[in-house]
């Protein structure tokens, strides 16, 4: 997708999700944050459904970063293991419903099984259109543009690429988005007003709302509004109006 692809109609196209307070909504309740992690796939369902009614065509949501492997084996486990159920639950749901379906982030960490389930459900989707959901896995913005720069360099290496070729546009091109429009919008629930290492190069323009709502609470009508915040919001790109 171009660089610069300014949203121009009222709603954002590409709204991003940083799912935040799993596990504070289960610990509210005397329950493992596991508990807080089911939860919170289950809100995955609705926020999607209600996409194509709120105008957005893209979906992308952080399940797992790059620094979350510092949490517990006993956590880490327990998010694999629901990464996998999730897919092999939804998918069939997801496909009739018209999602197409992508994942973004380092697939080496990740185990051969879920991998299998990411390519499978990818290819099942494929020739959806209705909302591109975008799933975040072992994902990173430092690792992401890493990747890239590496690649990069490997073309330059084997003589496909010159380095006069290098500009924004190129590099885009290597990131795991390349084939997404930037984000118009991106979204953090539980109250913590920071980035986490999420689509630091997409976001460049993007607007940010931060909501108070933890992640298992956050309801399609919650969505709906912070949609429309975003939409009194005056984008200028660093220009100044006629
Ligand atoms: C977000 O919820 C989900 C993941 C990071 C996997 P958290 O697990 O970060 O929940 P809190 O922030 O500890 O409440
Ligand atoms: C960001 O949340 C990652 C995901 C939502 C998957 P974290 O809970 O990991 O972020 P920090 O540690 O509060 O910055
Ligand atoms: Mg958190």
């Known amino acids: 997708m171009p ?15 940083i799912m935040d307070g799993n596990g504070r909504w289960a610990q ?16 995955v369902r609705e926020i999607v459904e209600a996409c194509p009614d709120l105008g957005v065509k893209y979906l992308t949501i952080f399940a797992f970063s790059t620094e ?18 999730y897919i092999q639950r ?13 994942f973004i982030g380092d697939r080496i960490r990740l185990d051969d099984k879920l991998v299998t389930l990411m390519d499978e459900l990818e290819l099942l989707t494929a ?11 072992n994902y990173g913005g430092r690792d992401e543009v890493t990747r890239a720069a590496k690649r990069l360099a490997l073309e330059i290496e084997k003589g496909r690429l010159s380095h006069k070729d290098v500009d924004a546009e190129t ?22 007003a920071r980035i986490s290492n999420f689509l630091l190069w997409q ?5 940010y709302i931060f909501v108070d709502t933890l992640w298992p609470d956050f309801t399609a009508a919650e969505f709906a509004r912070v949609l429309a915040e975003y939409g009194v919001r005056d984008r200028r790109f660093g220009a100044v109006k006629a």
């Open 171 to 192: 590099l885009s091109r290597f990131l795991d988005t390349h084939v997404l429009p930037d984000p118009d919008l991106v979204i953090r629930t539980s109250g913590e």
């Open 127 to 137: 020739g959806n259109d209705r909302v591109h959901l975008t799933i975040a896995l």
């Open 28 to 43: 509210m309740r005397g329950r493992p944050r596991l508990f807080g992690h089911h939860a919170g796939a289950r809100r």
């Open 3 to 17: 660089l610069s692809d300014p949203q121009t109609q009222n709603g954002p196209r590409h709204v991003a999700i």
């Open 68 to 85: 979350n492997w510092k949490r517990t084996q006993t956590e880490v486990a327990g998010l694999m293991s629901l990464f996998r159920r």
């Open 90 to 102: 939804e998918s069939r749901d997801l496909f009739q419903r018209g999602v197409r379906v992508r």
């Open 203 to 207: 976001s460049a323009y993007a607007e």
